[in-house]
């Protein structure tokens, strides 16, 4: 149950991600912005070809084979039990909710489309898929620091965890 209750979780935010990408593009020229939250943010439609600060720009189908292969790997910890804390289960859902949004635009697009722009400091404008893989990540080294070990960590036999450490 508590899979299903991570998988919807993730399925709703990946919804809430298109919709509000979708929204901004119908409602707000590229680059135009509008007042969102006054004094902290505005909502301005910009088209990133790359990842964070614009790395990698132009670089959509090793961007797009890159974060498959984390979304994958995730996946693949998630389903082999691997992951089963419910703080490990909350990361890796936003991760992979956030992951496969952004695949998304680059597969459609052939860019993200990023609308979250802060106006107190200089910040790149990003979107909820960016705030999923973010807090995910935040959220997935608590998990591992704290939680790994002594909840989902499976323990080998005496003497193979020595060679496993060699």
Partial sequence: MLYGVFAALGAALLALDQ???AWVVANLPLGE???FLPGIMQLRTVHNYGAAWSSFSGMRWLLIAVTSAIVLTILY???RGIVRHPLGLFAASLVIS???GNIIDRLR???VVDMFDLTFMN???FNIADICI???CVVGCAYYLWFYEKYDKKDLP???ADAADK
């Fill in 158 to 160: 005496h003497g193979e």
């Fill in 33 to 35: 912005t509008t007042p």
């Fill in 19 to 21: 919709w509000f990408k």
């Fill in 123 to 125: 910040y790149p404008v």
């Fill in 109 to 111: 697009f052939g860019y």
């Fill in 77 to 79: 910890f998630v389903v």
């Fill in 98 to 100: 956030g992951g496969l």
């Fill in 134 to 136: 973010v807090c995910g």
